[in-house]
């Protein structure tokens, strides 16, 4: 994937890596038990879900799932900004106005 014309100088292998090593922070952050903020783009965390009884999708059979964290990601205000002003002329799927 090309870069942005403003970021020809930087070699794509760089930014994986730094992209990379980015997500392991946050992963291991979040493995914690901690929280991850990055102000203007947004904030990770782990929200627990209980347990609950579940169904096999298959046969139907009530399953006892039981409780876990799952990693939570919330947009921040000036990332939730750009995506709204830059996505209004995207039609949202099944919705072609026909």
């Not at 870069?3 to 952050?29: F, G, M």
């Amino acid at each position: 994937m090309p870069l942005p014309a403003n970021n020809q100088d930087i070699a794509y292998e760089e930014v994986e890596k730094a992209v990379r090593t980015i997500i392991d922070h946050i992963s291991q952050t979040l493995a914690e038990g901690d929280r991850v903020e990055i102000r203007g783009f947004g904030s990770f965390s782990l929200h627990y879900q209980p347990p609950h009884l579940g169904r096999n999708p298959k046969t139907g059979v009530a399953i006892s799932v039981s409780g876990k964290y799952r990693p939570y990601f919330k947009p921040g205000k000036e990332m939730r900004t750009r995506v709204m002003n830059n996505t209004s002329a995207i039609i949202p799927a099944g919705n072609d106005g026909k």
